[in-house]
């Protein structure tokens, strides 16, 4: 069973940074790629940004290009989330996820989610 743990949730003035991690764990599983979603209150999850595990393409919604990044430590399994800019309306509980292989689209494994709150 694959096992997800996000870190470096907390609370921030608006302009601010954090950075997320998270931390996979696990026995024979392969990555295909990393996603981080976000939940805001009342509000369907959506999709923020992913990175590709071998070529490390990414992609991000259009609400957080040039200033999320994504980066991942492959020795680490690791995927981390730069978030600079820091806007109110960011503020959600942000989860990683992990895609296993290119047969489905979906997410096959998700961690507990880590809260950003952005103050103005």
């Known amino acids: 069973q694959v096992k997800l743990v996000e870190s470096g949730g907390g609370l921030v003035q608006t302009g601010g940074s954090l950075r997320l991690s998270c931390a996979t764990s696990g026995r024979h599983f392969s990555i295909y790629s990393m996603g981080w979603f976000r939940q805001a209150p009342g509000k369907e999850r959506e999709f923020v940004t992913s990175i590709a595990w071998s070529g490390g393409a990414t992609s991000y919604a259009d609400s957080v290009k040039g200033r999320f990044t994504i980066s991942r430590d492959n020795a680490k399994s690791t995927v981390y989330l730069q978030m600079n800019s820091l806007k109110p309306e960011d503020t959600a509980v942000y989860y990683c996820?992990?895609?296993?292989?290119?047969?489905?689209?979906?997410?096959?494994?998700w961690g507990q989610g880590t809260q950003v709150t952005v103050s103005s």
């Open positions: 996820a992990l895609r296993r292989t290119a047969i489905s689209s979906q997410y096959d494994d």
